[in-house]
Nanobody, 120 residues
Framework: VQLQASGGGLVQAGGSLRLSCAAS????????VGWFRQAPGKEREFVAV????????YYADSVKGRFTISRDNAKNTVYLQMNSLRPEDTAIYYC??????????????WGQGTQVTVSS
């Protein structure tokens, strides 16, 4: 399954964005999907993961209570609603198939990602 992230942009601190992860392939609904991000000069890090049905989710402590991951299998899409954005959320955001754990270990290939920039 191939995943492509979109929806990034420039937003002021305290604002909101919704990212989308569109999938191709008939087996999309069989996989857990995670969001990950990479800030300049830093390692890629886990943000959130959702299981195949949407019933189970995990979040990084840094985004818990501000970000919400969801999915619509009929549309082959996973979403990341980001509220109360902070400058430290600035990063390239990626989605990937992942193991459903508290760290959402990715195991697919990486797409291009989408840039999120939060100004102070």
């Amino acid at each position: 399954v191939q995943l492509q992230a979109s929806g990034g942009g420039l937003v002021q601190a305290g604002g909101s964005l919704r990212l989308s992860c569109a999938a191709s392939g008939r087996t999309f609904s069989s996989y857990a999907v995670g969001w990950f991000r990479q800030a300049p000069g830093k390692e890629r890090e886990f943000v959130a993961v959702i299981n195949w049905s949407g019933a189970s989710t995990y979040y990084a402590d840094s985004v818990k209570g501000r970000f919400t991951i969801s999915r619509d299998n009929a549309k082959n899409t996973v979403y990341l609603q980001m509220n109360s954005l902070r400058p430290e959320d600035t990063a390239i955001y990626y989605c990937n198939v992942a193991v459903l754990t508290s760290q959402g270990v990715p195991f697919g290939s990486w797409g291009q990602g989408t840039q999120v920039t939060v100004s102070s």
